[in-house]
């Protein structure tokens, strides 16, 4: 009996606690603008975030932002489900193209309204092909907060053990296909004399976004301009992956793909050059022993390219009032510290901030940046996730050998299509028209 | 007395209130809810209102190619992962009963402690582990001049998630395994080591027959599980290498929240619980006859 006593005891001091903490924080917040805030930032850039949203918090004791991160994969999933059962967050965050979808199902509110009564953000501040891609139908439907792209991270190291250098012994990244192979073949070395290489020149590391990158350097399309039908398998693209597939069984120069961490391998100082985004440069700083530095991709191809992405920051639908306003001011307060944002590895996507010359000090970033002028989006298609399952999958079957690169992307079209007329069929029974 | 027996009866099911509530809110309404759904197409992320289609989705889904892989993924998973983690489980589960009682303990809970860590954390330990360049077992591997692409090579992917699974799952089986064998009355044994039975013999015919109760529960709840199969590869491969590892229940979950297909995803559901309930009903039979 006693003992049952003195649970009961317990659980009273708990329950009085719980309701002390919860009233405490009621009394204290009803005045406040509570704004949820969503992202997928988990990786590093996540922290430089946190930064963020605490100084907002700190500078407007008004509002109170309450982040949340999740994994991009698993991101737009809760995204989408919270934002048909009405409770999407006020403010959120979407990989530009991922916008389509969003755009599309009405989730995203317009910020035409908004942007007419400021002066500070400007149209003419970001990159047409960026600023066009947050346009439909003559709204806009969110601020780009960052420009993040492709670009080449070399070991300045195994550069200067390869003899790839300048007359001041400075390593010299490469800038077109023949030095690229020069350097690539130098790079590759059997140290223990087992005929295997133990150091690699270039690795593949994310399939998509490298094989994307190739294949616009070589000049090719993925869809026609209508997007009435999937071109991946033309010309041009199965060149550029067939040269993908060539350095590792013909030049020998990459590894066959066999390895998941590629990335890793060059994080140890066992790759010579790699290509990836400006967003693993974080990953690399903490790699102390590593000596690095970055550049401009290469010109492989015939054109210049680069894979490109931008965060979009974007309001609820139907967001207005109080609530609105600290949700714009909010994001407004993220956009002018663009450059804060950028030093975790990013790119301020408002060319008055890549212009400062603080921007200038952050080497890696400032010639990533060089590359701005023509970086390329990912196709601008409500079926986007369908299209990357199959490039992945057919870029994937190429290099690892189990198909040739026109058989894997015929496939892959084939599939893409198929899907496109889906997508037609449903649009012009729904809504008529041509099923645009 | 009558008031009694009904306010006693009455009792259990408000002890099993709560729980039923739940789990007809969250278990059996989406399930018919699901039923429903796949009637309908339904892309989640179109403005497109859902429409009835009839049997539409259940053909799509019997003639596509992902969808027959992924069903032949997770048939070959289920064919591997189920005899081998039964049968580990009860070569480990009568070891264990010979061992002093005292010892026993550390033993059962060594070997059941994988079961406790979640698949996201066993997940991403095994995929460091099989990582072909950086992994443990390469590492050890190297020490012999080996190199083993674990997760890389399509005809070994799955094969390394088996394994992986067996260590994941295995002491879960094996616990109620060692409890079934605890259940044998010592006399039986001590009667036929009396008669002369050797060890083999003891085994094949005083505890396999007696066990078969329990090891037929274990095994149909591993062939249900193993079905369902997805946080393993989901963590360790994705699908990969060339989808070889891409189970339905992945497919599933894509189909629905990556392509945003719900009704066709549904249908794809309603098809793995069908495979599912025939390979129970089967085994519930044998289960019975031999009763």
Known sequence: ?436 | MNNRKLLYSLSGYLFVLPYLTLFGIFLVLPLFYGLGLSFFRWELASLVPPKFVGLHNYSEALTSPYFLKALWATFRFVVMAVPLTVGSALVVAVWINTVPLKRQYYYRAAYFLPVMISISVAGLLWRWFYNSEFGLFNAYLSLIGLKVPWITDVRLAMKSIVLMTIWWTMGGAMVILLAGLQQIPDHYYEAASIDGANARQRFFYITLPLLRPVLLFVIVMNIIGSFQVFGQTWMITRGGPELSTRVLVQYIYETAFTHYRMGYASAMSWLLFLVIMIFSIIQFRILREKQ
């Open chain 1, 1 to 436: 009996m006693m003992k049952v006593r003195w649970k009961c005891g317990y659980l009273c001091v708990i329950f009085a606690a719980l309701f002390i903490v919860v009233s405490g924080c009621g009394a204290g917040d009803s005045q406040k603008v509570k704004l949820r805030y969503w992202n997928g930032f988990t990786g590093p850039d996540g922290r430089t975030m946190r930064r963020l949203v605490n100084q907002f918090n700190r500078e407007n004791p008004d509002i109170f932002v309450l982040m949340q991160r999740m994994d991009w994969s698993t991101y737009y999933n809760k995204l989408f489900v919270a934002g048909i059962g009405k409770r999407a967050p006020e403010v959120f965050i979407i990989q530009v193209y991922m916008l389509e979808r969003f755009m599309r199902a009405n989730f995203i509110r317009s910020i035409d309204d908004l942007l007419a009564k400021q002066t500070e953000i400007t149209a003419e501040d970001f990159p047409p092909y960026l600023w066009s891609r947050v346009e439909k139908n003559g709204k806009h439907y969110g601020i780009p907060l960052d420009i993040h792209m492709w670009g080449m991270y070399y070991n300045k190291k195994l550069f200067r053990e390869a003899g790839i250098v300048d007359e001041h012994g400075e390593p010299v990244p490469p800038k077109n296909r023949k030095e690229f192979l020069d350097a690539v073949r130098k790079l590759t070395r059997d140290l223990n004399g087992d005929g295997k290489p133990d150091e690699w020149g270039f690795v593949f590391t994310w399939f998509e976004s490298n094989i994307y990158t190739f294949m616009l350097q070589w000049g090719g399309k993925f869809f026609t301009p209508d997007y009435s039908r999937c071109i991946m398998n033309c010309k041009e693209n199965v060149e550029a992956l067939q040269f993908c597939v060539d350095l590792i069984r013909k030049y020998k120069v990459a590894p066959p793909p066999e390895n998941f961490d590629a990335w890793l391998g060059f994080r140890q100082g066992k790759i010579g050059l790699v290509f990836d985004g400006i967003y693993m440069l974080q990953d690399l700083r903490r790699q102390e022993d590593l000596d690095f530095g970055g550049a401009p991709l290469p010109k492989l191809g015939k054109y210049p390219a680069a894979w490109g992405s931008s965060h979009i920051m974007c309001l609820k639908a139907g967001l207005k009032g109080k609530r609105l306003q600290s949700a714009w001011r909010f994001i407004r307060f993220l956009s002018e510290h663009s450059l804060d944002w950028a030093e975790g590895g990013q790119i301020p996507a408002r060319k008055k901030f890549r212009e400062t010359e603080r921007f200038r000090k952050m080497t890696v970033q400032w010639e990533f940046a060089k590359q701005i002028p023509y970086i390329k989006l990912l196709p601008r298609t409500p079926f986007i996730s369908e299209f990357l399952t199959e490039f992945d999958l057919a870029v994937e079957k190429a290099l690892r050998g189990s198909a040739t690169p026109k058989e894997a992307l015929d496939i892959a079209t084939e599939k893409v299509n198929k899907v496109i007329a889906r997508y037609r069929a449903m649009y012009k029974e729904a809504l008529g028209g041509t099923g645009e």
